[in-house]
């Protein structure tokens, strides 16, 4: 789903025919949406995985979690996910951001499991401190957040950015995943690990 106000992607995901959702990043304007989906196939929202505490990414999660429904994020990130303010110069005047509350802190090496099917969490600064991407081995997709996107990068210049920090993830945790791994953005359309090692014009492979 592509969400407001800025367009920013977030994944609801589930097994056809069963009972539980996970929604991947919540920007501002989720809830409507998102619950019209669980109602539509009966679902239950169990996990919001954050991929980093942008507001863009994840204002939008305090409405849709109860205390039912777990929260990752990565604690490098935490501020931004308790006083997601702190972005407002860098969001449209007059947004309020609702604060959300991580209830499990995910880091490098962590496994996760998505409806039954292990999960690696890669931790990958540069784009903010605590991006972290969520690689589902069995069926070579990733969930990247904003450290790539099709034929582009994550911005470096916002606080907490750094240009050779995102390089080095890039090069280090996306173009070592298998080739034909399809990566999932936090902006833009989908993409595969091999497409971006031949031709992404913001970093090389190593
Ligand atoms: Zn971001």
Same mark, same amino acid.
């Given at each position: 789903m592509e969400l407001g106000p800025i367009g920013t992607n977030a994944y609801l995901v589930w097994e056809e025919g069963g009972k539980d959702a996970i929604l991947i990043d919540a920007p501002p304007e989720s809830k409507v949406e998102v619950i019209s989906i669980l109602e539509r196939e009966s679902l239950t929202l169990t996990e919001i995985w954050l991929t980093h505490g942008h507001w863009d990414h994840m204002a939008g999660a305090a409405e849709l979690a109860s205390t039912s429904v777990a929260v990752v994020g990565h604690l490098a990130d935490q501020m931004l996910f308790e006083k997601? +303010?702190?972005?407002s110069t860098f969001a449209m005047p007059g947004m309020e951001f609702q604060p959300i509350a991580i209830t499990q802190w995910v880091d490098e090496g962590d496994t996760l499991e998505l409806l039954g099917r292990k999960v690696s969490v890669h931790h990958c600064p540069g784009h903010c401190p605590g991006n972290v991407i969520f690689f589902v081995e069995s069926e070579k997709i990733c969930f990247v /957040?904003?450290?790539?996107?099709?034929q582009s990068v994550g911005r +470096?210049?916002?606080?907490? /950015?750094?240009f050779p920090t995102l390089e080095s993830s890039i090069q280090k945790k996306i173009y070592t995943l298998p080739e034909e791994t399809e990566i999932f953005p936090g902006h833009g359309p989908n993409t595969t690990v091999g497409d971006e090692r031949r031709g992404n014009p913001f970093v090389r492979p190593e």
């Open positions: 997601p +303010a702190v972005m /957040g904003d450290v790539i996107f099709a +470096a210049d916002l606080p907490g /950015g750094d």
